[in-house]
């Protein structure tokens, strides 16, 4: 492509190579005008737009065309699932990198610009991840890079921690989420491209895995970052469930067609030893069946990514964790942001856990459990940083916090900040266990609440009962009370 015919390129600095950026569509109308209006706004000019409709019935061809005309749309007229569309837009593409978005992306006008200053510096590199963040609630991760354990399930580094730049140096990772990322072309090609046979998910892992066992590297850049509507498509188009179900069918084959053959049977056989409830083993079960009737293919698919790998599995070892369990703690409420919490236009003075909680809890808190005094209603404990939304004070008050602490059992002491709508306002310290009461002044009178907080330290209930669990615990809140002064 010459960029002399390209007059929308006149004010860009950059001309270091074409970029081919594919987007993949089904039935996402609702997303494309601030996932396209954002590209478009990019410092870095000099990329082409794809985008693959998996026959979207919701006029997403016909808005793109209207409002977006450059975009190159690639029409199908069934849902091919997102290997197969992504290998059709490559096909397509005519420039050496290729950056993969999803729909329900926003980026910030670097985004692109830092992926391809890092591909023209980092020679060595073939693959690299951008710093994705929740889009509602944007001081959280939605993942840098991804990581891998030993029996193939994956998670996505950083995943609803806040961000406080613990992963902006940049690092080597075992894959780059397809959601945001930029792969060379030519690695990309020789790689084959995204297995067809995974209709959606764990496609990108895959083919990182292949390009790490061909002698490339895959890095992160921190400093691309995008915005991410987590779950914005498939959660609404197959559920959470059925997403648990193909994830894993696909993680099985791809361990059987990477893993040299010793590694292959220790991780099946770990698989199937996992202790898990009776209706997760049963899904367990079925994705292995799968498995074993798709074989010969799988096979076919493991022939060629052994004949053309250079990096033996104890080389890449490095990469991958050694754990089976996934240091990953999914929230089981809907994660709340500012916006979300005033919509609902509920005045809320008393958050208890349990009772009303839905709706105003944001990022850092583990699910539903006992209450550790062994009656009461049931608690939540924090992470090392936790927040969540009041609303009704409108008048300066205070807050009054019931916590749990296990400071005389841990050695650790219960000891934090509380911060309200990102401004000190208490500290606490408690060396005992069991529940304690403090107060925290509200000398503002903001209708709408943050209350965040944040623990020095953390400590892990594996470390002194040995009991498996290895969460990073701070306090255990059962309510918090906004009173007026």
């Known amino acids: 492509m010459d ?16 970029v081919s950026l594919v987007i993949v569509n089904f039935n996402g109308r609702h997303h494309l005008e601030d996932c396209l209006t ?12 794809l985008m693959v409709d998996n026959g979207s019935r919701d006029q997403s061809c016909e808005y793109v065309a209207r ?49 391809v200053q890092e591909a023209e510096k980092d020679k060595s590199s073939v693959a ?15 993942g840098v890079g991804g990581a891998m354990n030993r029996i193939g399930y994956t998670w996505d ?12 140096q940049p690092e080597e990772v075992f894959f780059a989420c397809a959601g945001a990322c930029l792969i060379r072309k030519k690695a990309y090609a020789a790689a084959g491209g995204m297995d067809e046979d995974f209709f959606m998910y764990h496609e990108d892992v895959d083919l990182c895995w292949t390009l790490w066992q061909q002698g490339g590297r895959i890095r992160t850049v921190p400093q691309a970052v995008v915005y991410h509507k987590f779950g914005g498509t498939s959660l609404h188009t197959m559920g959470a469930e ?18 040299e053959l010793p590694n292959l049977a220790r991780a099946l056989a770990s698989l199937l030893r996992m202790g898990q409830s009776p209706g997760r083993k049963w899904i367990l079960l079925r994705n292995f069946a799968w498995n074993i009737r798709n074989l010969p293919r799988s096979l076919a698919e493991r022939k060629k990514v052994q004949s053309t790998r250079v990096a033996r599995d104890r080389e890449l070892s490095r990469l991958i964790d050694p754990r089976t369990r996934v240091p990953l703690v999914l929230p089981d409420y809907p994660i709340a942001s500012a916006a979300s919490f005033l919509s609902t236009k509920r005045v ?8 009303n909680e839905i709706g105003c809890l944001s990022y850092g808190w583990y699910p539903l459990e006992m209450n550790p005094s062994g009656r009461g209603k049931r608690v939540r404990w924090t992470q090392q940083e936790a927040s969540l ?3 009704g004070g409108n008048a300066p008050g205070r807050l009054q916090l019931k916590i749990y602490t296990m400071g005389a059992t841990s050695g650790v002491p219960a000891e934090g900040t509380v911060y309200l709508n990102g401004i000190r306002a208490g500290h606490f310290s408690f060396n005992r266990d069991g529940w304690e009461e403090f107060f925290v002044e509200v000398r503002h009178s903001d209708l709408c609440l943050e209350v965040v907080i944040r623990l020095e330290k953390t400590w892990s209930p594996d470390r002194i009962f040995r009991n498996g669990d290895r969460r990073e615990l701070g306090v255990a809140l059962q309510k918090i009370c906004w009173e007026s002064a």
Request: one cysteine or more; a neutral charge.
């Open 3 to 18: 960029p002399k015919k390209l007059p929308f390129l006149k004010d860009s600095p950059y001309m270091p190579q074409d």
């Open 38 to 49: 954002s590209v478009y706004e990019s410092s870095f000019r000099n990329f082409e737009v």
């Open 67 to 115: 409002e977006f005309p450059r975009v190159k749309i690639l029409p199908l007229d069934y849902n091919s699932g997102f290997s197969v569309a992504n290998n059709l837009a490559v096909r397509q593409a005519g420039g050496d990198l290729l950056a993969f978005l999803n729909n329900d992306v926003e980026v910030e006008t670097s985004w692109l610009e830092a992926l």
């Open 128 to 142: 690299f991840a951008s710093k994705m963040k929740l889009f509602d609630v944007r001081k959280v991760l939605n």
């Open 157 to 168: 580094r950083g995943m609803f921690e806040p961000d406080h730049g613990q992963y902006d």
């Open 242 to 259: 059925r997403r648990e179900y193909i994830g894993e069918r696909n993680n099985i084959r791809s361990l059987i067609k990477h893993y």
């Open 348 to 355: 809320v003075r008393q958050v208890a856990m349990e009772e």
């Open 389 to 391: 939304f009041l609303c």
